[in-house]
């Protein structure tokens, strides 16, 4: 992002340790003050950054390092995973260039994933 715009352009962040309830108080979850914050950040921004969400920085290095080396690969070998619907696997448009993944129900999904576009070997590091 440009500096002049990150300037301009003040993110919330959600502190997710405030979500860290025990079971029994899983059902006062959506009267929780910080789920307003949630709403009013997805509302006003349509995203958010998060802070303390307990994930440790080698996975998230790793998501990193595996999103750049998905998106580096050859238009030919990121087309064998063209998407048949716009939320499944990878499409590209004039001025666009996705992989979008919600319709993955488990990380088998994710592994067949992989082998379309790796056919030789998949790559455990994507999955």
Same mark, same amino acid.
């Given at each position: 992002?440009?500096?002049?715009?990150?300037?301009?352009? &003040?993110?919330?962040?959600? &502190?997710?340790?405030? /979500? =860290?309830?025990?079971?029994?108080?899983?059902?006062?979850?959506?009267?929780?003050?910080?789920? *307003?914050?949630? #709403?009013? *950040?997805?509302?006003?921004?349509?995203? /958010?950054?998060?802070?303390? *969400?307990?994930?440790?920085?080698?996975?998230? =290095?790793?998501?990193?390092?595996?999103?750049?080396?998905?998106?580096?690969?050859?238009?030919?070998? #990121? &087309?064998?995973?063209? *998407?048949?619907?716009?939320? &499944?696997?990878?499409?590209?448009?004039?001025?666009?260039? #996705?992989?979008?993944?919600?319709?993955?129900?488990?990380?088998?999904?994710?592994?067949?994933?992989?082998?379309?576009?790796?056919?030789?070997?998949?790559?455990?590091?994507?999955?």
């Amino acid at each position: 992002m440009p500096s002049s715009l990150q300037n301009e352009v &003040d993110l919330p962040f959600i &502190d997710m340790s405030q /979500f =860290q309830l025990e079971f029994e108080e899983l059902n006062l979850l959506p009267h929780h003050p910080a789920v *307003a914050t949630v #709403k009013e *950040a997805c509302q006003k921004w349509g995203f /958010f950054r998060v802070l303390n *969400a307990g994930i440790p920085i080698h996975l998230l =290095q790793n998501v990193e390092r595996a999103i750049h080396e998905l998106c580096g690969m050859p238009p030919e070998v #990121k &087309d064998r995973a063209i *998407a048949s619907s716009p939320a &499944d696997g990878y499409s590209r448009m004039l001025t666009l260039e #996705k992989f979008c993944f919600l319709n993955l129900p488990h990380s088998d999904s994710v592994q067949a994933l992989s082998r379309q576009i790796w056919p030789e070997t998949g790559n455990p590091n994507f999955w």
